[in-house]
């Protein structure tokens, strides 16, 4: 065992994501995205020798949250599980990085949760010190909101350049069966839809959503041969600082670092021209047009253009969220996974009909914590 | 409540999840909070390494993780950098909507403050602005001393 080199994703399963799954308790969702992911990749749960669960207390209503679903995750008893409370690309992160400690082979990686149940303008306003924050009425809106304002005063972005991100995503969710909202949009609509809290506007917001998921990664060295085979090339994680007025918000510094990480291992150099497709955290419009920044797809201040010359639509350069993104459907702390999913899906050409054609190298990237505070990137590939 | 799915009565429950809790401000926090009280001044901390001013106050540098000593004091008044106009309904701010949310870099600080903004139409907030700290006349040491801030 050396490095990424030495690691493959297997196996991939998801829910459909809905507004809310009345019918299901948090353990019927995540088994139901476990046993997806086993029999994609063809395993049973005694070839997992380690799984890491993934929610957040606060969204369950419960404390030790990951740990309630083990029956569910088929942890059994005696086996090795351990949780990550953040998204799912970084329980991700984490269940490699057992592998490359040397003491795991077949790690299981699940995430859950429920929008639905509870009030997110009072969950997200928990994310904030109580001391200076939460009394202002923060929350993951009105942050948002600062944030799409101070991007668009810094670089010049207007408001029809993130509802073209609506637009595009929208329509491309059309053709994804997990995806919430099938609905098309035309820019008129995002413009005119119901303002929020201004410059962001209700179709520039991901829903609310349920939804669980789950990969199998591998350090076995008879997975690179698997019929599922995703070689993981490179992954880069980093955190900025947690006081919203302590950085620029206007910049996605730390995705640009862990960008670089990942792009270093994958030996990637022009990621416009070597990326294939990208599913990134478009948790609002805007963000989408950050990240393509952060991510190296263009400069900084250059995600309006990107996506006025039609870059990232699908039949673009380097189509970004195919699958429709979160803002066709945004379990949180799954959101994540679900891109490194459907980033391997694309790879495998196993997309269906939101899949690009000729895949080599696919880039997910998940988020955790207000505007974007900390990053994980994975480039996947043949 | 309960919904049906198929012959199944599905139910839910209701929470009664209600945990008090008591935050220690600190040592730091605390003189900065008391000084909105008694002087209705507003104080940052300066690290040694790097200089970057921070309001509200830091112990260690976000930065470079030096520890921080230096208190200076900073103007009650500085430029909005953003804002936005809240249109919905939260119990967890005072007053009813549109309410105003802005980032503020007070004149002599390196850092944003998040606070809240009014005294101004909301269709007349600009960003680059110049705005000022409204003190209440009762204050308890607590960050809405500063009742808001509004342009000059």
């Known amino acids: ?382 | 409540m309960a919904q049906k799915q198929q012959d199944q009565e599905l139910l839910q429950y209701e929470s009664r999840i209600k945990v008090p809790y008591t935050w220690s401000v600190g040592e730091v926090g605390s003189r900065f909070l008391m000084e909105l009280k008694e002087n209705r001044k507003i104080w940052a901390t300066r690290c040694p390494s790097c200089d970057m001013v921070f309001v509200p106050p830091k112990k260690t540098c976000t930065y470079c993780f030096s520890d921080i000593h230096e208190w200076v004091e900073v103007k009650d008044e500085g430029v909005l950098q953003t804002f936005t106009v809240v249109r919905y309904e939260t119990p967890l701010i005072p007053g009813k909507p549109p309410y105003i949310i802005g980032i503020i870099m007070l004149d002599g600080a390196d850092t944003g403050l998040v606070h809240l903004i009014a005294g101004v139409p909301h269709d007349k907030v600009k960003v680059g602005m110049r705005v000022k700290a409204v003190f209440e006349e009762k204050r308890k040491g607590h960050i809405l001393d500063i009742n808001h801030f509004k342009p000059i």
Request: charged share 20%; hydrophobic share 40%.
């Open chain 1, 1 to 382: 065992m050396n490095g990424v080199e030495d690691i493959t994703i297997i196996g991939v399963g998801q829910t459909a994501i809905e507004r809310e799954k009345p019918a299901d308790t948090f353990a019927d969702m995540a088994y139901e995205a476990v046993t997806k992911a086993l029999d994609d990749a063809g395993m049973s749960i005694d070839d997992i020798d380690n799984i890491v669960t993934t929610s957040n207390d606060f969204w369950d209503g419960r404390t030790i949250s990951s740990m309630a679903v083990n029956d569910a995750v088929g942890a059994g008893l005696g086996k090795n599980i351990t949780t990550v409370e953040g998204d799912g690309t970084f329980s991700a992160f984490y269940g490699m990085c057992r592998i490359l400690s040397g003491s795991y082979k077949n790690s299981l990686i699940v995430t859950h949760v429920k929008g639905s149940i509870s009030d997110n303008i009072h969950i997200t306003n928990g994310i904030f010190d109580p001391i200076y924050m939460r009394p202002i009425g923060l929350d993951s809106l009105n942050t948002a909101a600062l944030q799409m304002r101070r991007y668009m005063a810094k670089y010049g972005i207007s408001e029809e350049q993130c509802a073209k991100v609506s637009v595009k995503n929208h329509a491309n969710a059309l053709k994804n069966p997990y995806a919430q909202i099938k609905k098309t949009f035309t820019l008129e609509d995002v413009m005119d839809s119901r303002l929020i809290a201004d410059p962001l506007k209700l179709l520039d917001c991901s829903p609310i959503s349920d939804g669980a998921a789950a990969v199998i990664i591998s350090g076995e060295e008879s997975a690179k041969k698997h019929k599922n085979a995703v070689k993981v090339r490179g992954v880069g994680y980093c955190a900025d600082a947690y006081f919203l007025g302590d950085r620029d918000l206007a910049d996605a510094n730390a995705l640009d670092m862990a960008a670089s990480r990942a792009y270093e291992s994958a030996e990637i150099v022009d990621p416009l021209s070597e990326i294939d497709v990208a599913e990134v955290y478009d948790a609002f419009s805007y963000m989408e047009l950050m990240w393509y920044e952060g991510l190296g797809f263009c400069a900084p201040g250059g995600g309006g253009k990107l996506i006025d010359r039609g870059v990232t639509e699908m039949d673009g350069k380097l189509p970004v969220n195919p699958s429709g993104g979160l803002l066709s459907g945004h379990p949180v702390i799954t959101g994540g996974l679900i891109r490194l999913i459907e980033a391997c899906l694309q790879v495998r050409g196993d997309a269906g009909d939101h899949q690009v054609k000729g895949v080599k190298t696919a880039l997910a990237h998940g988020v955790n914590g207000a505007c974007g505070q900390s990053h994980c990137v994975w480039i996947v590939g043949r």
